[in-house]
Protein backbone atom coordinates (compact mmCIF):
# COMPACT_ATOMS: atom_id res chain seq x y z
CA UNK A 1 0.00 0.00 0.00
CA UNK A 2 1.01 3.30 -0.80
CA UNK A 3 1.54 5.52 1.66
CA UNK A 4 -1.04 8.80 1.54
CA UNK A 5 -1.13 12.16 3.03
CA UNK A 6 -4.82 13.47 4.26
CA UNK A 7 -4.60 17.57 3.78
CA UNK A 8 -7.20 19.55 5.16
CA UNK A 9 -7.71 23.42 6.13
CA UNK A 10 -8.34 22.37 10.21
CA UNK A 11 -6.66 19.16 11.42
CA UNK A 12 -8.37 18.35 14.79
CA UNK A 13 -5.94 15.99 16.49
CA UNK A 14 -7.51 16.14 20.23
CA UNK A 15 -3.91 15.72 21.59
CA UNK A 16 -3.32 19.49 21.37
CA UNK A 17 -4.98 22.92 19.88
CA UNK A 18 -6.45 22.57 15.95
CA UNK A 19 -3.88 22.69 13.73
CA UNK A 20 -4.45 24.99 10.72
CA UNK A 21 -3.16 23.47 6.67
CA UNK A 22 -2.69 20.86 8.69
CA UNK A 23 -1.76 16.74 6.99
CA UNK A 24 -1.99 13.40 8.46
CA UNK A 25 0.43 10.80 6.94
CA UNK A 26 -0.88 7.37 6.58
CA UNK A 27 0.86 4.08 5.74
CA UNK A 28 -0.91 0.58 5.92
CA UNK A 29 -3.47 1.32 9.16
CA UNK A 30 -1.65 3.49 11.13
CA UNK A 31 -0.60 7.64 11.21
CA UNK A 32 2.74 7.37 10.82
CA UNK A 33 3.80 11.68 11.02
CA UNK A 34 0.88 14.73 11.25
CA UNK A 35 2.26 18.39 10.95
CA UNK A 36 1.36 21.58 8.65
CA UNK A 37 0.92 20.13 5.16
CA UNK A 38 4.18 21.30 3.73
CA UNK A 39 6.24 19.76 6.16
CA UNK A 40 3.90 16.38 5.76
CA UNK A 41 4.18 16.43 2.31
CA UNK A 42 8.15 17.48 2.37
CA UNK A 43 8.58 14.47 4.53
CA UNK A 44 7.03 11.82 2.34
CA UNK A 45 8.30 12.22 -1.13
CA UNK A 46 5.92 9.89 -3.18
CA UNK A 47 3.82 9.48 -0.84
CA UNK A 48 0.06 10.44 -2.89
CA UNK A 49 -1.68 13.64 -1.44
CA UNK A 50 -5.25 13.84 -0.89
CA UNK A 51 -6.79 17.44 -0.15
CA UNK A 52 -9.83 17.57 1.81
CA UNK A 53 -12.20 20.45 2.27
CA UNK A 54 -12.73 21.33 5.67
CA UNK A 55 -12.39 19.40 8.83
CA UNK A 56 -10.44 16.48 9.21
CA UNK A 57 -10.93 14.34 13.35
CA UNK A 58 -10.23 11.45 14.42
CA UNK A 59 -12.59 8.75 13.65
CA UNK A 60 -15.58 9.15 15.80
CA UNK A 61 -16.17 6.65 18.28
CA UNK A 62 -20.26 5.37 19.03
CA UNK A 63 -20.22 4.87 23.16
CA UNK A 64 -24.10 3.51 23.21
CA UNK A 65 -25.67 1.50 20.03
CA UNK A 66 -27.80 -1.26 19.34
CA UNK A 67 -26.85 -2.13 15.71
CA UNK A 68 -29.12 -4.97 15.38
CA UNK A 69 -32.13 -3.15 15.88
CA UNK A 70 -31.56 -0.96 12.57
CA UNK A 71 -33.46 -0.13 9.63
CA UNK A 72 -36.40 -2.39 9.96
CA UNK A 73 -37.08 -1.13 13.62
CA UNK A 74 -36.79 2.34 12.67
CA UNK A 75 -40.68 3.14 12.36
CA UNK A 76 -40.45 2.44 16.36
CA UNK A 77 -38.65 6.06 16.67
CA UNK A 78 -41.51 7.71 15.34
CA UNK A 79 -44.51 5.40 17.18
CA UNK A 80 -44.17 8.09 19.97
CA UNK A 81 -45.32 5.21 22.84
CA UNK A 82 -44.56 5.33 26.43
CA UNK A 83 -41.73 3.83 27.35
CA UNK A 84 -42.30 0.73 29.06
CA UNK A 85 -44.59 0.32 25.82
CA UNK A 86 -41.79 1.24 23.60
CA UNK A 87 -39.75 -1.90 25.49
CA UNK A 88 -42.53 -4.29 25.20
CA UNK A 89 -43.10 -4.20 21.42
CA UNK A 90 -39.49 -4.08 20.64
CA UNK A 91 -39.30 -7.05 22.56
CA UNK A 92 -42.40 -8.60 20.66
CA UNK A 93 -41.17 -7.69 17.34
CA UNK A 94 -37.94 -9.40 18.03
CA UNK A 95 -39.68 -12.84 17.53
CA UNK A 96 -40.56 -12.17 14.01
CA UNK A 97 -37.00 -12.03 12.66
CA UNK A 98 -34.86 -14.50 11.34
CA UNK A 99 -30.63 -14.79 11.43
CA UNK A 100 -30.64 -13.26 8.51
CA UNK A 101 -32.83 -10.86 9.02
CA UNK A 102 -30.88 -9.64 11.99
CA UNK A 103 -27.94 -9.60 10.20
CA UNK A 104 -28.97 -7.43 7.55
CA UNK A 105 -30.48 -5.18 9.86
CA UNK A 106 -26.96 -4.38 12.00
CA UNK A 107 -25.40 -3.97 8.44
CA UNK A 108 -27.76 -1.26 7.43
CA UNK A 109 -26.97 0.42 10.79
CA UNK A 110 -23.00 -0.11 10.24
CA UNK A 111 -23.26 1.31 7.08
CA UNK A 112 -24.69 4.62 8.44
CA UNK A 113 -21.76 4.59 11.15
CA UNK A 114 -19.51 4.95 8.36
CA UNK A 115 -21.12 7.14 6.46
CA UNK A 116 -21.17 9.62 8.95
CA UNK A 117 -17.44 9.25 10.14
CA UNK A 118 -18.15 6.75 12.80
CA UNK A 119 -15.16 4.21 13.12
CA UNK A 120 -15.58 2.78 16.59
CA UNK A 121 -18.47 1.83 18.61
CA UNK A 122 -19.78 0.13 21.41
CA UNK A 123 -22.24 -2.21 20.29
CA UNK A 124 -25.22 -4.23 22.11
CA UNK A 125 -26.11 -7.27 20.91
CA UNK A 126 -29.14 -9.26 22.48
CA UNK A 127 -29.42 -11.69 20.13
CA UNK A 128 -26.61 -13.72 18.04
CA UNK A 129 -26.58 -13.47 14.48
CA UNK A 130 -25.35 -9.77 14.51
CA UNK A 131 -22.61 -10.21 17.12
CA UNK A 132 -20.08 -10.60 13.92
CA UNK A 133 -21.27 -7.78 11.80
CA UNK A 134 -19.35 -4.48 13.15
CA UNK A 135 -15.74 -6.72 13.46
CA UNK A 136 -16.19 -7.64 10.22
CA UNK A 137 -17.03 -4.15 8.76
CA UNK A 138 -13.59 -3.75 10.61
CA UNK A 139 -15.12 -1.36 13.10
CA UNK A 140 -13.25 -0.67 16.40
CA UNK A 141 -14.62 -1.04 19.66
CA UNK A 142 -16.67 -3.68 21.55
CA UNK A 143 -19.54 -5.66 20.67
CA UNK A 144 -21.10 -6.19 24.38
CA UNK A 145 -23.34 -9.61 25.11
CA UNK A 146 -26.40 -8.19 26.53
CA UNK A 147 -28.70 -10.10 28.67
CA UNK A 148 -32.46 -8.84 29.77
CA UNK A 149 -35.21 -10.27 31.40
CA UNK A 150 -33.54 -12.89 33.20
CA UNK A 151 -33.92 -14.29 37.44
CA UNK A 152 -32.32 -17.04 39.07
CA UNK A 153 -34.42 -19.63 37.41
CA UNK A 154 -33.68 -18.56 34.16
CA UNK A 155 -29.84 -18.17 35.19
CA UNK A 156 -28.64 -21.24 33.83
CA UNK A 157 -29.66 -21.49 30.90
CA UNK A 158 -29.23 -17.60 30.01
CA UNK A 159 -25.40 -18.01 31.00
CA UNK A 160 -25.63 -20.81 27.91
CA UNK A 161 -26.87 -18.09 25.64
CA UNK A 162 -24.30 -15.60 26.88
CA UNK A 163 -21.29 -18.03 26.49
CA UNK A 164 -22.02 -18.69 22.97
CA UNK A 165 -21.97 -14.82 22.49
CA UNK A 166 -19.09 -14.33 24.20
CA UNK A 167 -17.07 -17.32 22.42
CA UNK A 168 -18.13 -16.05 18.96
CA UNK A 169 -15.19 -15.08 16.97
CA UNK A 170 -13.94 -11.05 15.82
CA UNK A 171 -13.94 -8.70 17.66
CA UNK A 172 -13.52 -7.68 21.45
CA UNK A 173 -16.33 -9.04 23.88
CA UNK A 174 -18.19 -7.46 26.69
CA UNK A 175 -20.93 -8.26 28.90
CA UNK A 176 -23.73 -5.88 28.97
CA UNK A 177 -26.48 -6.28 32.16
CA UNK A 178 -29.16 -4.82 30.65
CA UNK A 179 -30.56 -2.71 33.26
CA UNK A 180 -31.48 -3.27 37.13
CA UNK A 181 -35.28 -2.99 35.58
CA UNK A 182 -34.79 -6.29 33.31
CA UNK A 183 -32.64 -8.47 35.95
CA UNK A 184 -33.19 -9.65 39.19
CA UNK A 185 -30.61 -8.32 41.44
CA UNK A 186 -28.48 -11.65 41.60
CA UNK A 187 -28.40 -12.00 38.06
CA UNK A 188 -27.14 -8.40 37.54
CA UNK A 189 -24.36 -9.23 40.45
CA UNK A 190 -22.93 -12.65 38.91
CA UNK A 191 -22.64 -10.49 35.21
CA UNK A 192 -20.52 -7.78 37.27
CA UNK A 193 -18.30 -11.19 38.77
CA UNK A 194 -18.26 -12.67 35.29
CA UNK A 195 -17.02 -9.56 33.35
CA UNK A 196 -14.08 -9.28 36.15
CA UNK A 197 -13.53 -13.13 36.37
CA UNK A 198 -12.81 -12.91 32.81
CA UNK A 199 -11.15 -9.57 32.75
CA UNK A 200 -13.78 -8.09 29.80
CA UNK A 201 -15.64 -4.36 30.21
CA UNK A 202 -19.07 -3.61 31.42
CA UNK A 203 -21.90 -1.25 29.60
CA UNK A 204 -25.31 -1.69 31.62
CA UNK A 205 -28.07 0.98 30.91
CA UNK A 206 -28.80 3.20 33.82
CA UNK A 207 -30.58 5.73 35.11
CA UNK A 208 -32.95 6.40 32.14
CA UNK A 209 -36.32 7.14 33.03
CA UNK A 210 -38.20 8.44 36.25
CA UNK A 211 -39.95 4.72 36.10
CA UNK A 212 -36.30 2.43 36.77
CA UNK A 213 -35.46 5.30 39.20
CA UNK A 214 -38.85 4.71 41.42
CA UNK A 215 -38.57 0.57 40.39
CA UNK A 216 -35.06 1.00 42.16
CA UNK A 217 -35.92 2.81 44.82
CA UNK A 218 -38.77 1.61 45.93
CA UNK A 219 -40.15 -1.74 43.53
CA UNK A 220 -43.10 0.34 42.21
CA UNK A 221 -44.32 1.69 39.13
CA UNK A 222 -44.77 1.33 35.82
CA UNK A 223 -41.28 -1.36 35.76
CA UNK A 224 -43.47 -3.33 38.78
CA UNK A 225 -45.90 -4.37 36.87
CA UNK A 226 -43.69 -4.79 33.56
CA UNK A 227 -41.80 -7.18 36.25
CA UNK A 228 -45.07 -8.60 37.48
CA UNK A 229 -46.60 -9.08 33.90
CA UNK A 230 -43.31 -10.91 32.51
CA UNK A 231 -43.59 -13.36 35.59
CA UNK A 232 -39.93 -12.45 36.47
CA UNK A 233 -38.78 -13.10 40.73
CA UNK A 234 -36.79 -9.58 40.95
CA UNK A 235 -35.80 -9.02 44.26
CA UNK A 236 -36.19 -5.33 44.32
CA UNK A 237 -40.29 -6.00 43.41
CA UNK A 238 -42.28 -4.16 46.00
CA UNK A 239 -39.59 -3.62 48.44
CA UNK A 240 -36.68 -1.36 45.98
CA UNK A 241 -33.02 -0.52 47.17
CA UNK A 242 -33.60 2.52 49.24
CA UNK A 243 -30.95 4.24 46.85
CA UNK A 244 -30.72 5.70 43.42
CA UNK A 245 -29.98 3.47 40.83
CA UNK A 246 -26.28 4.86 40.05
CA UNK A 247 -25.97 3.86 43.93
CA UNK A 248 -27.39 0.29 43.87
CA UNK A 249 -25.54 0.01 40.75
CA UNK A 250 -22.51 0.31 42.57
CA UNK A 251 -23.15 -1.65 45.76
CA UNK A 252 -23.54 -4.56 42.81
CA UNK A 253 -20.27 -3.73 41.76
CA UNK A 254 -21.21 -2.32 38.52
CA UNK A 255 -19.22 1.09 38.70
CA UNK A 256 -15.84 1.06 37.68
CA UNK A 257 -13.19 2.46 35.22
CA UNK A 258 -13.98 -0.95 33.22
CA UNK A 259 -17.91 0.48 33.25
CA UNK A 260 -19.28 2.88 30.73
CA UNK A 261 -23.10 3.42 31.28
CA UNK A 262 -25.96 4.53 28.80
CA UNK A 263 -27.91 7.32 29.52
CA UNK A 264 -27.71 9.07 33.19
CA UNK A 265 -30.03 11.03 32.62
CA UNK A 266 -32.00 10.77 36.50
CA UNK A 267 -28.63 11.54 38.07
CA UNK A 268 -28.28 14.17 41.05
CA UNK A 269 -24.96 15.50 41.79
CA UNK A 270 -24.02 12.88 44.65
CA UNK A 271 -24.55 10.24 41.96
CA UNK A 272 -22.34 11.96 39.65
CA UNK A 273 -19.70 12.25 42.58
CA UNK A 274 -20.05 8.72 42.65
CA UNK A 275 -19.66 7.70 38.71
CA UNK A 276 -16.65 10.49 38.70
CA UNK A 277 -15.03 8.58 41.44
CA UNK A 278 -15.54 5.21 40.26
CA UNK A 279 -13.44 6.69 36.58
CA UNK A 280 -16.69 5.48 35.34
CA UNK A 281 -17.63 7.18 31.87
CA UNK A 282 -21.39 7.97 31.16
CA UNK A 283 -22.57 7.82 27.06
CA UNK A 284 -24.83 10.08 26.54
CA UNK A 285 -27.92 9.98 24.23
CA UNK A 286 -29.27 13.03 24.27
CA UNK A 287 -31.75 12.62 21.05
CA UNK A 288 -33.02 9.15 22.03
CA UNK A 289 -33.97 10.25 25.50
CA UNK A 290 -35.97 12.85 23.58
CA UNK A 291 -38.07 10.60 21.16
CA UNK A 292 -38.12 8.41 24.50
CA UNK A 293 -39.31 11.28 26.46
CA UNK A 294 -36.87 9.50 29.49
CA UNK A 295 -36.41 13.51 30.43
CA UNK A 296 -32.65 15.11 29.90
CA UNK A 297 -29.36 13.92 31.14
CA UNK A 298 -27.81 17.21 33.16
CA UNK A 299 -25.25 17.86 30.48
CA UNK A 300 -24.42 21.33 31.76
CA UNK A 301 -23.60 19.73 35.60
CA UNK A 302 -21.36 16.73 34.02
CA UNK A 303 -20.00 18.85 31.15
CA UNK A 304 -18.79 22.20 34.18
CA UNK A 305 -18.19 18.91 36.60
CA UNK A 306 -15.70 17.38 35.01
CA UNK A 307 -17.22 14.45 34.46
CA UNK A 308 -15.88 11.80 31.87
CA UNK A 309 -18.42 11.76 29.61
CA UNK A 310 -19.18 9.96 25.96
CA UNK A 311 -21.69 10.49 23.16
CA UNK A 312 -23.93 7.33 21.81
CA UNK A 313 -26.94 7.25 19.47
CA UNK A 314 -28.66 4.76 21.11
CA UNK A 315 -30.02 2.32 17.91
CA UNK A 316 -32.07 3.09 15.19
CA UNK A 317 -35.58 2.12 17.48
CA UNK A 318 -35.02 5.45 18.95
CA UNK A 319 -33.36 8.30 16.67
CA UNK A 320 -33.84 9.22 13.25
CA UNK A 321 -30.26 8.36 12.11
CA UNK A 322 -26.76 7.35 13.20
CA UNK A 323 -24.82 10.51 12.30
CA UNK A 324 -23.00 11.10 15.99
CA UNK A 325 -23.13 14.80 14.92
CA UNK A 326 -26.38 15.76 14.68
CA UNK A 327 -26.28 13.59 18.12
CA UNK A 328 -23.17 16.37 19.18
CA UNK A 329 -25.63 19.41 18.24
CA UNK A 330 -28.51 18.07 19.91
CA UNK A 331 -26.44 17.73 23.43
CA UNK A 332 -24.82 21.24 22.97
CA UNK A 333 -27.59 22.42 22.61
CA UNK A 334 -29.43 20.54 25.51
CA UNK A 335 -26.00 22.09 27.20
CA UNK A 336 -26.56 25.44 26.35
CA UNK A 337 -30.39 25.87 27.39
CA UNK A 338 -29.00 24.25 31.09
CA UNK A 339 -26.97 27.52 30.92
CA UNK A 340 -23.53 25.95 30.35
CA UNK A 341 -21.53 28.68 27.32
CA UNK A 342 -19.24 27.33 24.48
CA UNK A 343 -20.32 23.27 24.53
CA UNK A 344 -18.79 22.64 21.49
CA UNK A 345 -14.95 21.78 22.05
CA UNK A 346 -15.97 19.56 25.39
CA UNK A 347 -19.08 17.96 23.07
CA UNK A 348 -16.03 17.23 20.37
CA UNK A 349 -13.50 15.71 23.06
CA UNK A 350 -16.97 13.77 24.37
CA UNK A 351 -17.13 12.37 20.77
CA UNK A 352 -13.47 11.14 19.99
CA UNK A 353 -11.43 10.81 23.57
CA UNK A 354 -14.31 10.61 25.63
CA UNK A 355 -15.68 7.25 23.55
CA UNK A 356 -12.07 6.19 23.60
CA UNK A 357 -11.95 6.25 27.49
CA UNK A 358 -15.59 4.30 27.52
CA UNK A 359 -13.97 1.71 25.48
CA UNK A 360 -10.80 1.75 27.80
CA UNK A 361 -8.84 1.91 24.02
CA UNK A 362 -6.24 4.23 22.34
CA UNK A 363 -8.82 5.79 19.78
CA UNK A 364 -10.48 9.13 19.28
CA UNK A 365 -6.91 11.17 18.57
CA UNK A 366 -4.79 11.29 15.87
CA UNK A 367 -1.05 10.48 17.39
CA UNK A 368 2.32 8.93 15.27
CA UNK A 369 1.90 5.32 15.92
CA UNK A 370 -1.51 5.56 16.32
CA UNK A 371 -4.72 3.88 14.20
CA UNK A 372 -5.02 5.32 10.88
CA UNK A 373 -9.35 6.00 11.85
CA UNK A 374 -9.92 9.35 10.54
CA UNK A 375 -13.01 11.52 9.03
CA UNK A 376 -13.39 14.64 7.07
CA UNK A 377 -16.21 17.17 6.99
CA UNK A 378 -17.18 19.62 4.79
CA UNK A 379 -18.03 22.59 6.95
CA UNK A 380 -16.64 26.26 7.71
CA UNK A 381 -13.53 26.28 9.60
CA UNK A 382 -13.11 29.42 11.34
CA UNK A 383 -14.33 28.49 14.25
CA UNK A 384 -13.95 24.05 13.97
CA UNK A 385 -15.22 23.00 17.02
CA UNK A 386 -18.24 24.88 16.47
CA UNK A 387 -18.68 24.50 12.89
CA UNK A 388 -18.19 20.48 13.37
CA UNK A 389 -21.05 20.83 15.43
CA UNK A 390 -23.43 22.95 14.18
CA UNK A 391 -22.30 21.77 10.54
CA UNK A 392 -21.39 18.60 10.58
CA UNK A 393 -24.81 16.05 10.51
CA UNK A 394 -24.91 14.88 6.91
CA UNK A 395 -21.45 16.60 5.67
CA UNK A 396 -18.92 13.54 6.33
CA UNK A 397 -17.05 13.57 3.00
CA UNK A 398 -14.68 11.02 4.05
CA UNK A 399 -13.93 8.09 6.08
CA UNK A 400 -10.89 6.28 6.86
CA UNK A 401 -10.71 3.21 8.40
CA UNK A 402 -7.48 1.36 9.35
CA UNK A 403 -6.06 3.77 6.10
CA UNK A 404 -8.41 2.43 3.76
CA UNK A 405 -10.71 4.86 2.20
CA UNK A 406 -13.94 3.34 3.33
CA UNK A 407 -16.62 6.33 2.68
CA UNK A 408 -16.56 8.67 0.24
CA UNK A 409 -18.66 11.34 -1.29
ZN1 LIG B 1 -29.63 1.30 24.58
Not at 241 to 267: F, I, T, W
Amino acid sequence: MTATVHAAPVVLTMTGPPLRDGAVLVEHDRVVDIGRREDVVGRAPGARVRDWRGVLTPGLVNAHAHLEYGPPFADLARSDLPFAQWIAELTRRRKGMTDVDWQVSARGSAHQLLKSGTTAVADVVTRGPAIAVAGSLGLQGISYAELAGVDARGWPLALERLEVLLGTLGRERGISPHTLYTLSTGVFGQLVDLARERGVRLHPHLAETTDEAEWVLSGTGAFAHFVERFGFEFELAGRGSGVSAVRHCDELGGLGPDVHVAHGVHVDAADRALLRERQTVVALCTRSNAVLHAGEAPVADYLAEGSPVAIGTDSLASVPDLDLLAEARATCDLARKQGLDDPEEAVVRALTLGGAQALGRDLGRLHPGGRADLAVFDVPTAEPYRDLVEHGAGRCVATVLGGRLVHRR
